[in-house]
């Protein structure tokens, strides 16, 4: 595995671990001082990671590109369109994909270095280094330094949990036993305490779904208190500020202080809520480890603002995260901005605000990530991200039009081909690609890599890495005397 390097020194300091030392700490009154030097000199073997700064040069990398990646797929967050280009990229350069055995690693439970197919432990045997881990999984970073080096490109995305939640209900319907009581989203959330009960079978896609993703642990009161969430005290909280995708310098304008969004009090239940943020150093110190191991989040309502990020952090060319989606549902809003209210229904408005009321940890790590992709988009230059981005999105409607019969995804039932068709889960339809007639074969196999599904390209990375072994009937043959 390797040494790790003075940067990475707090991914040894794992979920469980973190949360004996947050009781630790906040009992002494440590955790109020969580940033600056105070805080690092009470800690010292604690250290976070150095600013980020972009990498100067021409659109073409001239520096070599990163080729250890761990992609920590949240669900529900457009997800599958970066497993996508993750796919692409590395079956296309021979890289070794960290596989399950089917299609997650365990999930729910938390990441476990034995479920990589073909993974050794030290001592157990010589293999081929892995190049990326990406399926789904519950973070656990311990585990995942066992198959991956510390040194590996850490990266994730994250969603509004309001348009997160909206998804999860439709996917989630008949998994998760909250969904499946309430009879709409607006009435779980309007009392989500009347369907949810923390432990049920399939409710960790009810609540915090993020969170839960990251492996991150949960505060004590949100496991062993009923009743709402409190709401801040503050009357006149912040307000959220956030402007279409790519149109200007104010889009990074979310206040990272509104991390828990007042409801107005025409939108409260009867039922006293308790958003009890005694834990708010709870999720700073979180925060904080996060920003430790992850070198970037991507932001799903900023996709392609985030691609252009990657790209230029990975020292990868701009086709290598040129891609169409995927596992989108039909009429979603997957990959678009949702965080302003703008044009937004009374109705709509009140179940984004109940959504990310409910889901408050998410909200925080979402408030979080947002703030962090716009400081590195300032960083990185405001006109030529926007100049990056049209670009990218040029070449994904070329190769649209190119590739795809129609020139865009299409409802399942016109996708003949079940090498393309997606796999068909929840309430809603999820889309899919068709190729066009006429095709080249180089032309087939590179359509052929942007349209697989990611289950399907699963199935073929599998087979590539562990080819099937084809065994010869015995036979016996006469011996040949001298």
Request: net charge positive; charged share 20%; hydrophobic share 40%.
């Amino acid at each position: 595995m390797g040494p790790l390097s003075p940067t990475r020194t707090m991914r040894l300091w794992g979920p469980r671990s973190l949360g004996v030392a947050l009781g630790i700490f906040m009992t002494i009154g440590f955790a109020l001082q969580l940033w600056g030097g105070p805080f690092q000199r009470r800690l010292p073997g604690l250290q976070l990671r150095q600013p980020w700064a972009p990498s100067p040069g021409p659109a073409v990398p001239s520096c070599p590109p990163r080729q250890r990646l761990v992609f920590l797929k949240t669900h529900k967050s457009g997800s599958s369109s970066v497993l996508s280009l993750l796919h692409r990229y590395g079956d296309q350069r021979g890289l070794r994909f960290a596989l399950p055995a089917r299609y997650q690693f365990g999930y729910p439970r938390l990441f476990q270095a034995s479920w990589v197919k073909g993974y050794h432990p030290q001592g157990g045997g010589t293999q081929p280094p892995f190049h990326i881990l990406c399926h789904h999984m519950r973070f656990n970073l311990k585990e995942v330094l066992q198959v991956m080096p510390s040194d590996s490109f850490f990266f994730s995305i994250v969603r509004d949990p309001a348009a997160l939640a909206r998804s999860a209900f439709s996917y989630y319907k008949s998994t998760s036993s909250a969904f499946r009581k309430a009879p709409s989203l607006a009435a779980f959330l309007a009392n989500p305490r009347a369907f949810y009960r923390p432990g049920a079978r399939g409710d960790h896609y009810a609540r915090n779904l993020l969170w839960f993703d990251f492996g991150l642990p949960f505060p004590p009161e949100m496991r062993t208190k009923r009743g709402y969430p409190h709401l801040p005290s503050d009357p006149n909280p912040p307000e959220l500020h956030v402007l279409p995708s790519g149109t200007g310098s104010r889009a990074h304008t979310l206040d990272p202080n509104a991390l828990f969004h007042l409801l107005p009090p025409l939108l409260m239940t009867s039922s006293p809520a308790a958003l009890d943020l005694g834990s708010s150093s709870f999720v700073q110190w979180s925060l904080a480890w996060l920003d430790s191991v992850f070198d970037l989040v991507l932001v799903a309502e900023y996709f392609d603002e985030s691609l252009v990020l990657l790209a230029d952090a990975l020292c990868w060319g701009l086709d290598d995260v040129v891609g169409f989606m995927h596992n989108a549902q039909a009429g979603s809003e997957q990959g678009r901005n949702a965080v302003s209210n703008g044009g937004l229904t009374t109705e709509d408005r009140q179940l984004t605000a109940r959504a990310r009321v409910w889901n408050n940890l998410d909200w925080a790590l979402y408030v979080h990530f947002n703030r962090s992709l716009w400081t590195r988009i300032k960083q990185y230059g405001q006109g030529r991200l926007e100049s990056a981005v049209a670009e990218l999105r040029a070449r994904r409607e070329a190769l649209a039009k190119h590739c795809l019969l129609g020139g865009e995804a299409l409802d399942p039932k016109y996708i003949t081909d079940r090498r393309f068709r997606p796999f068909q889960f929840g309430s809603g339809k999820v889309l899919g690609y068709a190729l066009r007639s006429g095709l080249s074969l180089q032309e087939q196999e590179e359509c052929e890599r942007l349209a697989t599904p990611e289950l399907q390209y699963k199935d073929k990375l599998d087979a590539k890495q562990f080819p099937p072994k084809v065994s010869l009937p015995f036979k016996t043959s006469k011996l040949l005397t001298p």
